[in-house]
């Protein structure tokens, strides 16, 4: 069915919990068929809520404008909590029912597990205070999408000005820079105090559920499943081990290139050449047309999936006032398929949103079938090894999508994936002293992070408004709005590191390992996941030091001199 076409439901709490007590009766027998069968009912009614509730997301998120779906937003975002609970009185049911061997045999076991970290992630006691964290996550993305940035003689969106950003002109880009702190520092005291009110009301849930603080029920929020804080304490070590080294020499030839002095400031970080960052050929349509020929060659299933994504109009990818930020990639269930969401802005980030979100839609559409929907999608880190993957496997494209800048952008490319790896070990690593001491002041956790910037980005020079005071993180909303999801960035990455080696060396066989754990979906861990495909643990060091040590080399054979 096309998007269009799609009907939107309200959700009628009422009725949902009168359909759902019938059902949980049932569930309740000791006859595995009967359960069955109002399990099998119980989902059907969930995925009607999520469908409703994917639809106005993605509708309020294409105009934040339209006062329709901007009420129905509200309304959902007031009323989801106790959807929320519903769905977790029959999580409870289900794991506390008579046949529940037999549904772990049918379904797989690993489906519990997730259930059981979900129940002991929420209580009722919770809501009043989900509710004020939905109310203040939606006040800090209305403020970020409400920017109106006058700058030379146009009024500009965040996610316009970044073109600018990334000018080849260094007095133009530090003016770009410049003019986005600015819209920051005149809002500093609300970004401020969303997000102390945030940290406060997470650590008093973290209380009501028993903990010290935040962070274990942040972790369970997160479905961690086979990996502990502990953990990913040692895999940031050896980001800073391994990786900041790395990325912080890649900086100062950088720096070099571009004639800028190391330390960077944060203005000179985002052109890779003098001659600017590779561009995309032509207009917004052809670099779609190009993501069309990418999935067409690349693989007979690829190829299905990115035709039923565009004759159902499943993509909404050009920028447009009133239009929300970022880019995603959800699941509409009733309609068994996945949308894509992003903002086209004329950069290489738009080629990376087609192949990073497609990975998304790609996992969602080969998952589309599996029953029940819990065991379509793993956890967040490892949808992340699907999108971040993606983007490596639509290398040999890059000339469809950059013409003559095509080594260009690999080369680049692969540079961000590493260099990303201590920014997006920092956000994590920030978010656990924030939590960890919940009542330090704005201020103090603005020291933190500069304090953090001086370890896992040594190459930065803190000297600008805004950036070089210890606020760059309040532009990552991620810190806003899922706490501790950041990290999942990394460990995904690690991962498609490992991939993108193997493609160097046997591209068929890389895409039947990854397409093997694309199919597996929700029904492994995410250490699982990596093992199936025959990589290396990620919570080990070496993996992350041999892929690495394969893209340094990949990136010091590259004659950079021909791209300036
Ligand atoms: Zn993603």
Redesign the pocket.
Same mark, same amino acid.
Request: hydrophobic share 0%; glycine share 0%.
């Given at each position: 069915m096309r998007f269009s076409d799609m009907p939107y439901i309200r959700p009628d709490k009422d009725l949902l919990e009168e359909q759902i007590a019938e059902q949980l009766e049932l569930l309740q027998s000791t006859d595995f068929s009967t359960a069955d069968g109002a399990f099998v009912a119980l989902e059907k009614i969930f995925s009607g809520v999520q469908t409703a509730v994917s639809l106005c997301y993605i509708r309020h998120s294409i105009n934040t404008e339209d006062a329709f779906y901007a009420a129905e937003q509200e309304y959902l975002d007031e009323t989801m909590p106790e959807l929320e609970q519903l769905q977790q009185t029959v999580y409870g049911a289900l794991a506390a029912c008579p046949c529940q061997k037999e549904f772990e045999s049918k379904y797989g076991s690993l489906m519990f597990t997730n259930i059981s970290i979900r129940l002991r992630s929420f209580s009722a006691e919770l809501i009043p205070s989900m509710q004020e964290e939905n109310k203040l996550t939606t006040a800090y993305e209305k403020l970020i999408a409400s920017a109106q940035i006058p700058f030379e003689g146009e009024v500009l969106t965040l996610v316009q000005l970044g073109p600018y950003q990334q000018s080849t002109d260094p007095m133009m880009r530090k003016k770009a820079w410049l003019a986005a702190a600015g819209f920051y520092t005149e809002h500093r005291q609300e970004l401020d105090d969303i997000y102390d009110g945030l940290v406060k009301l997470r650590t008093k849930m973290g209380r009501q559920m028993g903990y010290e603080n935040y962070i274990p029920l942040g972790y369970d929020r997160m479905e961690r499943n086979c990996y502990t804080k502990e953990d990913v304490q040692a895999f940031r070590q050896a980001i800073v081990d391994y990786v900041v080294p790395v990325a912080d020499r890649l900086y100062r030839q950088q720096a070099e290139r571009l004639h800028r002095p190391y330390p960077l400031s944060y203005a000179d970080t985002t052109p890779r050449f003098l001659s600017g960052n590779p561009k995309p050929q032509g207009t917004a349509e052809d670099i779609l047309a190009a993501g069309k020929k990418f999935y067409h060659e690349l693989s007979p299933e690829t190829s299905a999936f990115i035709d039923g994504m565009f004759e159902n109009q499943l993509m909404d990818v050009l920028s447009r006032k009133g239009k929300a930020g970022g880019g995603y990639c959800t699941d509409i269930p009733d309609y068994h398929c996945p949308f894509i969401f992003a903002n086209f802005n004329g950069t290489q980030g738009d080629v990376e949103v087609l192949t $990073? %979100?497609g990975g $998304?839609a790609f996992a969602g559409y080969t998952a589309r079938d599996i029953f029940p929907p819990e065991n379509q999608s793993p956890t967040m880190e490892s949808? %992340?090894i699907h999108?971040m993957s993606m983007e490596f496997f639509a290398w040999p494209w890059a000339e469809a999508f950059f013409g003559p800048e095509a080594d260009k952008y690999r080369y680049s490319h692969l540079m961000g994936a590493i260099t990303f790896l201590p920014y997006g070990a920092m956000v994590d690593h920030f978010q656990h002293i924030v939590y960890e001491q919940p009542d330090l002041t704005p201020e103090k956790r603005h020291e933190k992070w500069a304090e953090l910037t001086a370890i896992y980005m040594p190459w930065i020079k803190l000297d600008m408004p805004f950036w070089g005071e210890g606020r760059a993180w309040q532009r990552q909303s991620h810190i806003y709005g899922m706490p501790f999801y950041y990290i999942d960035y990394c460990l995904a990455q690690s991962v498609a590191l490992q991939f993108w080696a193997l493609m160097q060396e046997d591209r068929a066989a890389a895409w039947q390992r990854y397409y093997g754990l694309v199919r597996l979906a929700g029904t492994k861990t995410y250490r699982e996941l990596v093992l199936s495909a025959g990589l290396t643990d990620p919570f080990r060091p070496e993996g992350l030091k041999a892929a690495c040590a394969a893209a340094t080399k990949w990136l010091d054979r590259q004659d950079v001199t021909r791209f300036q």
């Open positions: $990073h %979100e $998304h949808c %992340e999108s």
